[in-house]
Structures are given as structure tokens and as C-alpha cells.
């Protein structure tokens, strides 16, 4: 397997440079300003993770309108377009707190209006407790049509709050979503990179490791090739599959992300070193059983292998050093070991082509 991997890193970076090219020449053709959010949209389209965000894309047409290509950003809640619905939520609630700042200040105005028709009929009474009927009338009337306006002013200022505290509600929703794309993959929904880094930290530095923490790097060998030779659509229709095998293969407390394209980490409670072989075992055997037919061709099927790297959170491990160790593993796994735990003599060996932040 060695001999393979600068063909497919080579083939790979092919393909990443003719996406690239192909992005910048399909956002010239169409006149799309050159945002970066708008380059990450064309990019997720055009190679193929996102099937459904590539043909909804076709259908805006020639010279669509940037508000219709958030409208994608933000539906498929791309990393790029999360600070701006965070920017579209922050902007409503102001434009809400500024509408019912007003109707606090109508509000006010009436209750004073109310105020100063009370103070003047409490005024006339003192002054000439046996004033005339119809001027008293008058003066009733005058108090009633305050209190009238009072009234509804203050049903009104109610009916906004009720629903400003609701749309409140919506968008701390909006904004806790647009938080979670940051640390989501958009074509499997796994966790990624990211929200593997939060979670190491977590354990190692705000929880006790009371037992023992396994970190597990795994590469789904084939993946890249299969997107290579049948296109997007079929990585796309593998990587469903593989995002719930591998769900369903953890347990409760355990997690999993994608972490690159073929490449996913497991982090296992309660488990040995001999547990976590166990398991990647179990992950390899269950991947190399997934059959994914090809389109049009419901007869043929591809396969796929898996190289697994392993390491043991010590007491004193920091997430570095996990991700470091574990891409250790995966590499000699991939030299044809197929699963590999980390040991310091390992780690000695490999240690030239790793520097510091190689994880």
C-alpha cells in the first residue's frame, strides 16, 4: 500500500487543482463577486460532496443574485455563511429591540397623556367640587378617551412582546445552529475537526480520565479513488453510509468525526489497548462489508478497506499529542499494517516527518 499513496496523493491533488480551476472559471462565467463565501459555495457544488447544493446552484441560472446564493450558503449552513446568519440573526434582534423601544416610548407618552387628564380632573374637582354637569361630562369624556388610548398602547406593547420574545427564541436557535456548522461536516453531519479538538480538550483537561481514553485515526482506503473514477455523487452515497455504520458501531458515550476527506477519529471510553484494537477490528471488517452500487449498474458494486491509527491517552497527554501519536499510527497502519498502536519506539521512527503541528 506505500507504493500507492504518492499516486493517490498526486491523482488527489490533480483533482483538487481542476476543482479549483474550475471554480474560478464557473463564478467568471456567471459574474459572481469574488466573496469567500461565495468561493466555498461553488467549491462544495462543483466537487461533488454536495450533490442536492450543486443542482439547486444550477437552477439560480445565469448572473444569480448574491441574496439567492446566501439563501444556498445558508440553507446547506456552510462554515463560510455562519457568520453571516450570525450577523442576519444580531441584526434582526436589534431592528426587533429598536421597534419595541418605540412602542415603549408611545407607550410612556400615553400613560403620562393619562396622567395629566387624571391630574387636571382631580384638579377641577378641588377646585370647584360643584362645577356644572356638562363640564364635568366633558371632562369624563376627555378621561375616558385617554384611558382608550392607554389601553391600546399597552395591548399593543404586550401583542410585541410576546412575539419579540418568541422571534428571541428563534434566533438564539438560528445562532446556536449557525455555532454548530462551525463544527460540522456539511456532507455527513458528523463532528469535525474542530469539534475533535473541543471534545479531546474536554476529557483531558476539564474531566478526571478516571479509565482509560482511546483515540483511534482511521482512513477509509478507496474513498478518494472511488470519487476519482465514478464522481461525487457516489463518495457522496458511500459517505452516508459510512457516517451511519460508523454511528451505530460506537457506543453511547463514544464519539466520532470526519476529520479530511477519507479519514474519520473514534474516541473510546473505558477501553484498553487491546479494546481499541478490538474495536478498530470490528470497524474494519464492518467497512470492508459495505457494498455501494454504482449508478446505472445495479449488478456492480465497489468496496472499501480501512487502516487504523491507535493511541492511549497518559495523564499527562495534551489533544496535541493524541492527534500527533494517533497520525503516527494511521501512517505505518498504511504502510501495510492495516491496524497500529503508537509506542514511543514508533514515535522515534516517524519522528523526523512529523513536526510539531503535523497533526
Given at each position: 500500500?506505500?507504493?500507492?499513496?504518492?499516486?493517490?496523493?498526486?491523482?488527489?491533488?490533480?483533482?483538487?487543482?481542476?476543482?479549483?480551476?474550475?471554480?474560478?472559471?464557473?463564478?467568471?462565467?456567471?459574474?459572481?463577486?469574488?466573496?469567500?463565501?461565495?468561493?466555498?459555495?461553488?467549491?462544495?457544488?462543483?466537487?461533488g460532496r454536495l450533490p442536492q447544493l450543486s443542482r439547486e446552484l444550477g437552477a439560480l441560472g445565469h448572473n444569480p443574485q448574491q441574496d439567492s446564493l446566501d439563501a444556498l450558503g445558508l440553507k446547506h449552513r456552510l462554515v463560510s455563511h455562519a457568520s453571516l446568519a450570525a450577523d442576519r440573526a444580531r441584526a434582526e434582534a436589534q431592528e426587533a429591540l429598536a421597534d419595541m423601544a418605540s412602542k415603549l416610548k408611545l407607550a410612556l407618552a400615553q400613560k403620562q397623556a393619562f396622567k395629566n387628564e387624571l391630574d387636571h380632573f382631580a384638579g377641577r374637582l378641588a377646585e370647584d367640587p360643584v362645577a356644572r354637569l356638562t363640564e364635568f361630562a366633558d371632562a369624563a369624556i376627555r378621561l375616558?378617551?385617554?384611558?382608550?388610548?392607554?389601553?391600546?398602547?399597552?395591548?399593543?406593547?404586550?401583542?410585541?412582546?410576546?412575539?419579540?420574545?418568541?422571534?428571541?427564541?428563534?434566533?438564539?436557535?438560528?445562532?446556536?445552529?449557525?455555532?454548530?456548522?462551525?463544527?460540522?461536516?456539511?456532507?455527513?453531519?458528523?463532528?469535525?475537526?474542530?469539534?475533535?479538538?473541543?471534545?479531546?480538550?474536554?476529557?483531558?483537561?476539564?474531566?478526571?480520565?478516571?479509565?482509560?481514553?482511546?483515540?483511534?485515526?482511521?482512513?477509509?482506503?478507496?474513498?478518494?479513488?472511488?470519487?476519482?473514477?465514478?464522481?461525487?455523487?457516489?463518495?457522496?452515497?458511500?459517505?452516508?453510509?459510512?457516517?451511519?455504520?460508523?454511528?451505530?458501531?460506537?457506543?453511547?458515550?463514544?464519539?466520532?468525526?470526519?476529520?479530511?476527506?477519507?479519514?474519520?477519529?473514534?474516541?473510546?471510553?473505558?477501553?484498553?489497548?487491546?479494546?481499541?484494537?478490538?474495536?478498530?477490528?470490528?470497524?474494519?471488517?464492518?467497512?470492508?462489508?459495505?457494498?455501494?452500487?454504482?449508478?446505472?449498474?445495479?449488478?456492480?458494486?465497489?468496496?472499501?478497506?480501512?487502516?487504523?491509527?491507535?493511541?492511549?491517552?497518559?495523564?499527562?497527554?495534551?489533544?496535541?499529542?493524541?492527534?500527533?501519536?494517533?497520525?503516527?499510527?494511521?501512517?505505518?497502519?498504511?504502510?501495510?499494517?492495516?491496524?497500529?498502536?503508537?509506542?514511543?519506539?514508533?514515535?522515534?521512527?516517524?519522528?523526523?516527518?512529523?513536526?510539531?503541528?503535523?497533526?
Amino acid at each position: 500500500m506505500t507504493r500507492q499513496v504518492p499516486a493517490d496523493a498526486s491523482r488527489s491533488q490533480a483533482r483538487q487543482a481542476a476543482i479549483i480551476l474550475k471554480v474560478a472559471h464557473a463564478m467568471s462565467a456567471h459574474g459572481i463577486a469574488a466573496l469567500p463565501r461565495n468561493y466555498e459555495l461553488f467549491y462544495e457544488a462543483l466537487s461533488g460532496r454536495l450533490p442536492q447544493l450543486s443542482r439547486e446552484l444550477g437552477a439560480l441560472g445565469h448572473n444569480p443574485q448574491q441574496d439567492s446564493l446566501d439563501a444556498l450558503g445558508l440553507k446547506h449552513r456552510l462554515v463560510s455563511h455562519a457568520s453571516l446568519a450570525a450577523d442576519r440573526a444580531r441584526a434582526e434582534a436589534q431592528e426587533a429591540l429598536a421597534d419595541m423601544a418605540s412602542k415603549l416610548k408611545l407607550a410612556l407618552a400615553q400613560k403620562q397623556a393619562f396622567k395629566n387628564e387624571l391630574d387636571h380632573f382631580a384638579g377641577r374637582l378641588a377646585e370647584d367640587p360643584v362645577a356644572r354637569l356638562t363640564e364635568f361630562a366633558d371632562a369624563a369624556i376627555r378621561l375616558r378617551e385617554a384611558a382608550g388610548r392607554l389601553m391600546n398602547e399597552e395591548s399593543a406593547l404586550r401583542h410585541l412582546l410576546e412575539n419579540g420574545a418568541q422571534r428571541f427564541v428563534e434566533l438564539d436557535g438560528d445562532l446556536a445552529e449557525s455555532r454548530r456548522s462551525l463544527t460540522r461536516d456539511p456532507a455527513t453531519g458528523l463532528p469535525n475537526r474542530l469539534a475533535l479538538s473541543a471534545k479531546l480538550d474536554s476529557i483531558l483537561e476539564t474531566e478526571r480520565i478516571d479509565q482509560p481514553v482511546a483515540l483511534l485515526l482511521v482512513s477509509v482506503e478507496g474513498l478518494r479513488e472511488m470519487a476519482d473514477h465514478h464522481g461525487g455523487t457516489v463518495a457522496a452515497k458511500a459517505l452516508g453510509k459510512l457516517s451511519a455504520l460508523f454511528r451505530k458501531l460506537i457506543k453511547k458515550n463514544d464519539f466520532v468525526a470526519r476529520v479530511g476527506q477519507q479519514d474519520f477519529a473514534f474516541v473510546c471510553r473505558d477501553v484498553s489497548a487491546e479494546n481499541a484494537e478490538a474495536i478498530a477490528r470490528r470497524l474494519l471488517q464492518s467497512v470492508e462489508a459495505m457494498k455501494v452500487t454504482l449508478p446505472g449498474r445495479v449488478h456492480t458494486t465497489e468496496t472499501l478497506s480501512l487502516a487504523a491509527g491507535i493511541t492511549i491517552a497518559q495523564p499527562a497527554s495534551t489533544t496535541a499529542d493524541l492527534l500527533i501519536q494517533a497520525e503516527i499510527a494511521l501512517a505505518g497502519a498504511r504502510d501495510g499494517a492495516g491496524i497500529l498502536g503508537y509506542s514511543a519506539t514508533l514515535g522515534r521512527d516517524r519522528g523526523k516527518i512529523y513536526g510539531q503541528n503535523a497533526a
